[in-house]
């Protein structure tokens, strides 16, 4: 018989030891204490729901395929594990809060698993923080919720910023314009996926030069704004292109307020990976020293066709790029020693450490 190791775990999930753990928990309680400042309540749902709940209409449903499912054995009904903590928070909103004055400010800091892992995030199980604002319906609410994410990142030492902005409705809205078939879809998403351009030439189609303009718009937010301009965007796409002018200008002004000058602004319409259920103005948070995201955000319709934004924060993500530091003052006191010392050195501040 092969020997199992019990230290083994599961792809994608590992042990948080000391000192990581203690610093997520340290930037965790710092992150909730600036989504305070906005007027953000803290919630804590459950871990398990049952899966008609879960997995109801809004994001919820969009996160069906990364969710893992179980049997409850009182009820004999199938539950689902939280793979993302917004549709948690989309049914707090509809049921126990529903009857609150919006908007609805809600943070939280939950631990996720996933069915699958990707390339870029091989971790199934991680813990996400962020906020959710519900009954949203002005640009300035949408600026809100990017200034929260990235006024909390700066504090906690995140260096070299930027937010990618887009709307990841956008090119759907221009298929269903254009009457594009299903299969040319495919194709189409696959050229704009990786970003061939002489591919998307290729196909004889009116949306061709839309899709090639918003691929060539992509860049710094101040250049791709005007080049946005010359794009031949139908009626359906116009006003999002409005709005995300709209909000970049707004987020101009905010992070000057909170003299966050040094952060870069990008669009890029045509990126969608990782937006399973937005369809509003929506963003990547990201840092040249980090190999992936450190959070996605945006609008999302939730049930009964109430608009909502948010964003949610990976602290696997953010451990790596964090310069907060956790301030210890540590003793190390003899085998034997008197209890009453060590608690004089811990009321003066010391974590003490009896040795031998």
């Known amino acids: 018989m092969t020997q199992i190791n019990s230290s083994l775990l599961p792809n994608g999930l590992k042990d948080l030891l000391p000192p990581e753990a203690e610093k997520e928990a340290h930037i965790i309680n710092f992150l909730m204490q600036e989504f305070s400042k906005f007027g953000y309540g803290r919630v804590k749902p459950p871990l398990v729901e049952f899966e008609e709940s879960l997995l109801s209409e809004g994001p919820g449903k969009a996160l069906a395929r990364h969710t893992f499912r179980l049997m409850d054995p009182v009820s004999q009904r199938m539950m689902g594990v939280r793979a993302d903590t917004t549709a948690q928070i989309a049914r707090i909103s509809q049921s126990r809060l529903g009857d609150e004055t919006r908007p609805l400010r809600l943070s939280y800091a939950a631990d996720v698993l996933k069915v699958n892992g990707t390339q870029l995030r091989p971790e199934r199980q991680f813990c996400q923080v962020g906020c959710e604002m519900i009954g949203v319906d002005t640009i300035q609410d949408d600026v809100e919720i990017c200034l929260t994410a990235l006024n909390g990142l700066h504090k906690i030492g995140v260096e070299n910023l930027s937010i990618d902005l887009t709307i990841p409705a956008l090119v759907d809205d221009l298929f269903q314009a ?96 990782g937006f399973d259920y937005q369809n509003g103005i929506s963003f990547t948070l990201f840092s040249s020293q980090s190999r992936g995201a450190l959070g996605r955000g ?34 190390s006191v003899p085998q034997g020693s008197d209890w009453e010392e060590i608690k004089q050195l811990q009321d003066a501040g010391y974590q003490v450490s009896r040795v031998k």
């Open 178 to 273: 254009f009457n594009i078939d299903e299969q040319t879809q495919e194709n189409l998403n696959k050229l704009l996926q990786k970003r061939e351009r002489d591919g998307l030439k290729k196909i004889k189609s009116e949306i061709t030069d839309c899709l090639v303009g918003l691929l060539d718009a992509s860049g710094v937010a101040s250049e791709a704004i005007e080049k946005l301009q010359k794009v031949n965007i139908p009626d359906e796409g116009k006003h999002n292109i409005s709005n995300l002018k709209d909000v970049y200008q707004e987020l101009m002004i905010a992070l000057k307020a909170y003299e966050l000058t040094n952060i870069n602004i990008t669009i890029d319409l045509v990126e969608r990976r």
């Open 298 to 331: 945006g609008r999302y319709l939730i049930a009964e066709g109430e608009s909502a934004s948010g964003f949610t924060l990976y602290m696997d993500s953010l451990l790596e790029v964090s310069t907060i530091t956790l301030d210890k003052n540590e003793k």
